[in-house]
């Protein structure tokens, strides 16, 4: 089985075309910490990762997504090999994402604050160990 799972942030916009027959191409670079490695100047170490998503999941990636959000991409790795300007050899790993998932909450990295929901009930106070009390009766199920 060929699939990837990678969780990182956006290195710049994404870049959004279309085919010749219409269908729709976005394209964009997440950026995946390494863990458990020191970096020297302070920057962890990161691997970068081209990503294509195609036809809705595509346009609702270049209508949402920004440089510096979060997101989690599925899909297979793909190896394309080439032939440089100098006659080297090399490859590119690209990911075709299956799944997008946006893990930035609206309001963060460059979006507009998000508004208030209408109706939501007041969280009660938040306790020192970060969680909220929540009554059962207030549950949905």
């Known amino acids: 089985m060929n699939k990837v799972t990678i969780i990182g942030n956006l290195t710049r916009d994404p870049e959004l075309r279309s085919t010749r027959d219409g269908t729709s191409v976005c394209t964009f670079t997440v950026a995946v910490n390494r863990r ?5 100047a302070g920057q962890p170490e990161a691997d970068f990762f081209r990503v294509t998503v195609w036809r809705q999941l595509g346009e609702t990636c270049a209508k949402y997504l920004t440089k510096g959000r979060k997101v989690c991409v599925i899909g297979p ?10 006659g080297v050899q090399r490859a590119n790993l690209s990911v075709t994402a299956d799944d997008v998932e946006f893990l930035s909450p609206r309001g963060e990295v460059g979006d507009a604050p998000a508004a208030p929901r209408a109706q939501a009930p007041a969280p009660a106070a938040p306790q020192s160990n970060g969680f909220v009390q929540v009554d059962d009766d207030e549950l949905p199920f």
Not at 77 to 86: F, H, P, Q, R
Request: net charge negative; hydrophobic share 25%; no cysteine.
């Open 77 to 86: 790795v793909i190896l394309d090999t080439y032939t440089g300007n100098d």
């Open 36 to 40: 458990g490695r020191s970096a020297e």
